[in-house]
């Protein structure tokens, strides 16, 4: 499945892209990726990366058109001032809503962890909070009891959401780093250990992006079937106000699981 592009401006692109596709090349091994995607569809243009999603993340991202359009949505970045929100499928029963705010780190730099990347919550270290409400909760005949969770991550640590989430206890669904011992995600990267039960990506979906932007231009919508894209845009004379809003549903192959699962009892 390619990615798509859902709307289309003078100054950036939202693209939604299916879990499974790096957003940049990790190494040289030739892998093709979303920024190689785009790069073909838009020929001797300058395209940078605003917002980046982890592999099997699936959803809403924002690339910037020029160099001083990455300028301008790069510092909105770091202010904070491109909203995102994710729908997550977790194991268990969260609260109905709740604020998260507990430091995130890199679990090496404090205590031995075979998996470089993992992240987890220590103390006294980088400030991180992420807001979420619960959806609802469901049985599911393989999975057990599960949640659909939307999450509204007001800091940009890495893997803020996965590592928040298994921390309280309700690890994402399908997730080979948390909620599991190390042993497994190693595994399962090991190329020379068959592994014949590898189960499906981890169930996290980027479903929203949202940001205001000076603007001098007309915001072009993308219809493509089969996808519900919510979005806002007006056609702009001189330096004016663009407030953006896209919006996806839950990418199909996580609307699956959470069909094929019972609505749980309020017990």
């Given at each position: 499945?390619?990615?798509?592009?859902?709307?289309?401006?003078?100054?950036?692109?939202?693209?939604?892209?299916?879990?499974?596709?790096?957003?940049?090349?990790?190494?040289?091994?030739?892998?093709?990726?979303?920024?190689?995607?785009?790069?073909?569809?838009?020929?001797?243009?300058?395209?940078?990366?605003?917002?980046?999603?982890?592999?099997?993340?699936?959803?809403?991202?924002?690339?910037?058109?020029?160099?001083?359009?990455?300028?301008?949505?790069?510092?909105?970045?770091?202010?904070?001032?491109?909203?995102?929100?994710?729908?997550?499928?977790?194991?268990?029963?969260?609260?109905?809503?709740?604020?998260?705010?507990?430091?995130?780190?890199?679990?090496?730099?404090?205590?031995?962890?075979?998996?470089?990347?993992?992240?987890?919550?220590?103390?006294?270290?980088?400030?991180?909070?992420?807001?979420?409400?619960?959806?609802?909760?469901?049985?599911?005949?393989?999975?057990?009891?599960?949640?659909?969770?939307?999450?509204?991550?007001?800091?940009?640590?890495?893997?803020?959401?996965?590592?928040?989430?298994?921390?309280?206890?309700?690890?994402?669904?399908?997730?080979?780093?948390?909620?599991?011992?190390?042993?497994?995600?190693?595994?399962?990267?090991?190329?020379?250990?068959?592994?014949?039960?590898?189960?499906?990506?981890?169930?996290?979906?980027?479903?929203?992006?949202?940001?205001t932007l000076c603007s001098g231009s007309e915001v072009k919508i993308l219809g493509v079937r089969g996808q519900n894209i919510g979005g806002q845009s007006s056609k702009m004379l001189g330096s004016e106000v663009d407030s953006v809003s896209v919006e996806i549903t839950l990418a199909k192959d996580l609307e699956s699981i959470w069909s094929d699962a019972v609505p749980?009892?309020?017990?």
């Open positions: 499945m390619d990615p798509i592009v859902v709307q289309e401006h003078r100054q950036y692109l939202i693209v939604n892209k299916p879990a499974g596709w790096l957003v940049h090349p990790t190494r040289p091994d030739g892998t093709f990726t979303l920024i190689d995607w785009l790069r073909e569809q838009y020929r001797e243009e300058f395209l940078s990366l605003v917002s980046r999603l982890d592999r099997e993340t699936s959803g809403l991202l924002l690339v910037a058109r020029g160099k001083e359009n990455a300028s301008v949505l790069g510092k909105m970045q770091q202010r904070r001032e491109i909203h995102k929100t994710y729908l997550a499928i977790v194991h268990g029963r969260p609260p109905d809503s709740g604020v998260i705010n507990q430091p995130l780190d890199r679990l090496g730099k404090h205590q031995p962890s075979r998996i470089y990347i993992r992240q987890a919550v220590v103390p006294g270290t980088y400030p991180a909070l992420t807001e979420f409400k619960t959806q609802g909760t469901r049985t599911h005949p393989e999975h057990g009891e599960i949640s659909l969770v939307e999450a509204s991550p007001k800091t940009g640590r890495l893997h803020q959401i996965r590592a928040h989430f298994d921390h309280l206890g309700f690890p994402v669904l399908n997730d080979k780093i948390y909620g599991k011992i190390d042993d497994y995600f190693i595994n399962y990267i090991d190329k020379d250990i068959p592994n014949t039960n590898k189960i499906g990506r981890h169930c996290l979906h980027s479903s929203k992006l949202s940001f749980a009892s309020s017990s």
